[in-house]
C-alpha cells in the first residue's frame, strides 16, 4: 500500500510526513490541520503562496476580465479556512440527552468483545434506533478490541456506517466489572455503541464523552451508582453542566445523578 501522508494520534517512526492529531477535534483544530497540510504538501500559508502569485499564474493561461475581483476572491478562498465557526451546535445532542438511564447497563463479565458489543447495544436494539445488521456490521468491522477506538484507554466506541442499520440517533453504554484485555496490557470496562445518523448531531456528545474518559475514577463511582441505585430507571440520569469539582474529585448527588464536566 503506498501513502505519502500519515495521521496518527501517537507518535510512530516513519519516514512520511506524519500529522499527530487528536482522537477527536473540534472544528477549531479541523481547520487547524487543514491549514498544516495545505502548508506542507502545497506550499500554501503565510509563507507560502500569494494572491498576487496566483493571478500571475493564471495570467499566463487565461484571460482576466475584473482582477480586482478575483484577487478578492481568492483571498477570501485562501483565508476562509483559518475562520473557525460553531455551525450546527444548536443541532447536536448533549450526553445527557443520547444516554439516559434505560440506555446504561452493568454486568460483571462478557465471554469476549464481540459478545461486549451485542450487549451494549442491546438497548438501542430494543429502542428500535438500530436493526440487527448495524450490530453485525459492528462486529464485522471491530472483529477485536483495538485501540483506535479507544477513548483515551478508558472507553470503547464500536460504531459502524449510518447505512448499515440505523434508524435514529442514540447510544448505549455498557459497563463490565471485569472488563476487557487489551493486547497492550491494561483494560476496558466501558463499551459505549454509537448510532450516528449523520456527522454533526453526535459530535458535541461524543466530545463530552471524551471528557468523561479523562476522568477515571468519576466513571468508577457513576459504575457503582447504577448497580446499587434501587431505581436506575428513575434516578440514575446522566447530568451535565451543574457539577462542581470538590477535593480533586466529581461528586455523585443523593439522586444518583450522573455529574461531570
Known amino acids: ?39 506542507a504538501v502545497y506550499m500554501i500559508g503565510e509563507n507560502g503562496v500569494s494572491v498576487e502569485q496566483l493571478i500571475r499564474t493564471i495570467e499566463k493561461h487565461a484571460t482576466i476580465s475584473d482582477k480586482t475581483r478575483l484577487a478578492k476572491a481568492l ?15 444548536g443541532e447536536k445532542k448533549q450526553l445527557a440527552d443520547l444516554l439516559p438511564a434505560e440506555m446504561i447497563q452493568c454486568v460483571q463479565s462478557v465471554t469476549d468483545w464481540q459478545a461486549a458489543i451485542r450487549v451494549a447495544a442491546e438497548p438501542l436494539l ?24 479507544i477513548l ?56 463530552q464523552l471524551m471528557e468523561l474518559a479523562g476522568h477515571k475514577k468519576n466513571i468508577e463511582e457513576n459504575r457503582e451508582a447504577t448497580r446499587t441505585a434501587k431505581h436506575p430507571s428513575n434516578d440514575s440520569t446522566i447530568h451535565h453542566g451543574t457539577s462542581e469539582k470538590r477535593h480533586g474529585r466529581y461528586e455523585i448527588t443523593k439522586r444518583e445523578e450522573w455529574e461531570w464536566i
Open 1 to 39: 500500500m503506498r501513502y505519502d501522508l500519515i495521521f496518527s494520534a501517537v507518535p510512530l517512526k516513519t519516514e512520511k510526513k506524519m500529522f499527530l492529531i487528536n482522537q477527536l477535534m473540534g472544528e477549531q483544530e479541523r481547520l487547524e490541520l487543514r491549514r498544516r497540510v495545505m502548508r
Open 75 to 89: 483571498a477570501d478562498c485562501l483565508t476562509q479556512p483559518m475562520q473557525a465557526t460553531e455551525r450546527f451546535v
Open 126 to 149: 430494543q429502542k428500535g434506533a438500530i436493526s440487527d445488521m448495524y450490530i453485525h456490521e459492528m462486529i464485522k468491522q471491530h472483529a477485536t478490541l483495538s485501540t483506535h477506538i
Open 152 to 207: 483515551r484507554q478508558t472507553i470503547a466506541i464500536p460504531h459502524a456506517e449510518t447505512e448499515k442499520g440505523v434508524n435514529e440517533l442514540g447510544m448505549s453504554l455498557l459497563y463490565i466489572d471485569e472488563g476487557l484485555a487489551l493486547s497492550s496490557g491494561g483494560r476496558v470496562h466501558v463499551v459505549v455503541v454509537i448510532a450516528a445518523v449523520d456527522k454533526n448531531a453526535h459530535f458535541q456528545a461524543l466530545l
